[in-house]
């Protein structure tokens, strides 16, 4: 439709300038431990274009090294009708910049954020902040339907995982976590969204790294996590493997999977590296496990 032909959806990867500066989330000038992908935001604009919102941009201010002041000038640019960011809690205090100052520029241009922060402390992120949204836990259906609202002009309704403000009070939905209930309908990102040949890993600095996702969720419960559903939902084998596929071709070289768990079926980890061995996909992969679970039989398969 001409709606959503025309309505622009911005999503960002928020600026790392005055982040929290560990080593595992930040990025330095000089390069540092690499620069990954930010799979937020283009698993939801790959997830936008599958519905039929073709008009969106994907921003990385950390790739660019951008400040908020310059990543709200390339956001501007873009002459959005919604712009989301997602929140780490590393980046807590950029994302919060940020959305200040873009919202002084384009004052009537509604803002969503969510990510783990917001899962966290969705109520406080929406009152401490000018945002005019916040989702806790799956972002695509959210999106969608709030991209559907706003491109056709009508209220925006209840919406599971949705906290909105309303003339300046918080309005919680009646379901406070959103979830995606059948994974295999969302579509592998979309990796040509971002400078993919950009992004490498100090490992292999000289070659093209991604991030990838093969499951949700994870069925432990460690008091340190900010999981709260112990539960696991996938995409098929053949989905994956098909992923994979589409990496290579890219010419990508290193992947980083960061599952929860990856191998929280034995089964499904050995299916996997079949399908890559009888497809002949020739990548690097590195997951991320649990030391209780190592089994040498599928780490020599891997």
Known sequence: SRKQKDF????????????????????????????????????????????GFNNLACIDAQLDD????????????????????TAWTDFWFPVWETVRIL???????????????????????????DADYVVRGDGEDVLLELVKSLSEGRPV??????????????????????????????P??????????????????????????????C???????????????????????????AIEELGITDVQIYDDTFTWSKKRVLDICKGLIDGNIKVNWAIRDRVKRADPDIYALM
């Open 66 to 85: 951008l400040s908020p002041e310059a990543t709200v000038d390339r956001i501007v640019e873009e002459k959005p009708d919604l712009v989301g960011f």
């Open 219 to 245: 069925p432990h419960k460690c008091n340190f996590c900010k999981m709260d559903v112990q539960k696991v939902y996938t995409r098929t084998v053949e989905q994956i493997v098909e992923e994979f596929r």
């Open 8 to 51: 622009k959806t911005v999503l960002v990867q928020p600026s790392s300038h005055g982040a929290i500066q560990s080593l595992f989330t930040y990025i330095k000038a000089s390069g540092g431990i690499g620069k990954k992908p930010p799979l937020a935001i283009l698993i939801l604009g790959t997830y936008l274009k599958s519905q």
């Open 188 to 217: 592998y990102p979309d990796r040509t969204l971002l400078p993919y040949k950009r992004y490498n890993s100090i490992l292999n600095p000289n070659e093209y790294e991604t991030t990838m996702i093969t499951s949700r969720g």
């Open 157 to 186: 309704e209840e919406i599971s995982g949705l906290y909105q403000k309303v003339n300046g009070e918080i309005k919680a939905p009646l379901c406070d976590l959103a979830m995606v209930k059948d994974l295999t309908q969302i």
């Open 103 to 129: 919202k002084r520029r384009l004052p009537n241009c509604p803002v969503i954020l969510g990510g783990p922060h917001c899962s966290v402390f969705p109520k406080e992120t929406l009152e401490k902040s």
